[in-house]
């Protein structure tokens, strides 16, 4: 079964530097989306992307953030200067397709420390 | 804006039932969605309610009461890797975009021998 992949799966950075965070889609899936979760906290949701525009955000999601899809198949989320509270694992996922189509599929999470 | 509530942990020994409660607070949702999440994993989906009533998935089993603005996920025949924690979460929400997820704080579930 396809799975949703993610790279790096740690990334450590100095506080003040972008970070560039990698997914790899399941293709033909069309919604996707990043969530975080500070350790021992809830995930949250940053931002959706469909049909290769954002579709909604959070309030987390401010000017620091940005999603691309570069070569339309990987998807990255750019943090522009990170901060030391930006130190969280990152998720990608994707809405299953017709029969999964409740469904959100995860990858396996990117763990940024910022120092 | 909306919000979920769950019980921060629950402790059961194998082989017994358990349930998790989940009440929530939104203006408008499509369903609300189960996941779990192994220490240091990705969550995983477990179930999906978009209407009132229960859902059968094999062990697992979730409910829906939108007049109540409450669900429940209920784990039957424990076994030790369901030692996890579970988020409620709700899938998509009136006024915004589907397929969102807003998720509760988490369940923490220590299933004991």
């Known amino acids: ?115 | 804006g909306q919000s979920l509530e769950q019980p921060s942990e629950v402790t059961a020994v194998e082989g017994a039932i358990v349930q998790i409660n989940c009440t929530y607070q939104t203006s408008g949702f499509y369903g609300l969605s189960w996941y779990q999440q192994h220490d240091g994993g990705a969550p995983t989906f477990l179930s999906y309610n978009a209407l009132d009533g229960l859902e059968e998935t094999g062990r697992f089993s979730s409910f829906l009461s939108r007049s109540d603005s409450y669900g429940y996920l209920l784990l039957q025949e424990l076994q030790m890797k369901d030692s996890a924690s579970y988020f409620c979460a709700i899938s998509g929400h009136y006024g915004g975009s589907q397929g969102n997820l807003i998720f509760g704080k988490g369940t923490k579930l220590s299933v004991k021998p």
Request: proline letters at 4%.
């Open chain 1, 1 to 115: 079964e396809p799975e949703v992949t993610q790279t790096p799966s740690h990334q450590v950075t100095q506080m003040g530097q972008e970070v560039i965070l990698r997914c790899v889609p399941i293709s033909n899936h069309l919604y996707f989306y990043w969530y975080r979760q500070i350790l021992g906290q809830k995930v949250e949701f940053l931002v959706s992307f469909y049909n290769n525009e954002i579709s909604e955000k959070s309030e987390i999601f401010d000017d620091q953030f940005s999603v691309e899809r570069p070569d339309g198949s990987n998807f990255t989320l750019k943090i522009r200067s990170t901060k030391l509270e930006d130190s969280a694992m990152y998720f990608c996922a994707q809405r299953g397709g017709r029969e999964t189509y409740n469904e959100q599929f995860f990858g396996p999470g990117t763990r940024l420390t910022v120092l």
